[in-house]
């Protein structure tokens, strides 16, 4: 048995159960700015904040899986994207993809904005951008989810097989 496999799955579940409180706390706050648009930019501010967490809880996950199982982990201005695509790479003798396609091209998008969240002032944030995420928040979550839970059991079964 090897252990590292059972961390890393572990770990998975772990932060799936954080992304899901991430992605209602994001919603929370576009409802609320809806009802209160006084108080429009702090809901604003709130839901940027969990999306870019959002993003940022994925990447975890990613370095784990990165440096656990890949064995190695991407280096350099673009790492970001490129740890997002390594996770899109089936490794012959070591893993399956862990992301398809499909949903790796949907977190680019969320890539893009953590990137934003972090060089930018917050009163600079498009209501229109945060709105149109947080819309597309829950079914990427609920894709990745699909994906990183297959992954872990996949990480399980080559724990008991080893």
């Known amino acids: 048995m090897i252990e590292r496999y059972l961390v890393v799955a572990g770990r998975i579940r772990q932060e799936v159960v954080a992304l899901e409180r991430l992605v209602t706390r994001s919603e929370r706050a576009i409802t609320a700015m809806r009802q209160r648009s006084e108080d429009e930019d702090l809901y604003l501010d709130a839901a940027a904040l969990n999306l ?8 975890r996950i990613f370095h784990h899986i990165a ?65 149109h995420l947080v819309q597309r928040l829950r079914p990427c979550f609920e894709r990745v989810q699909d994906e990183l839970l297959a992954f872990a059991d996949f990480l399980d079964q080559l724990a008991q097989d080893d």
């Open 52 to 59: 870019h967490d959002f993003y940022a809880g994925l990447e």
């Open 67 to 131: 440096t656990a199982i890949d064995r190695s982990l991407p280096s350099g201005s673009e790492w970001h994207r490129d740890l997002l695509r390594q996770m899109q790479v089936v490794l012959s003798q070591v893993r399956p993809q862990v992301l398809s396609d499909e949903t790796v091209r949907i977190l680019d998008e969320f890539l893009r904005f953590r990137h934003v969240v972090r060089h930018i002032y917050t009163f600079e944030f498009e209501a229109e951008r945060i709105e």
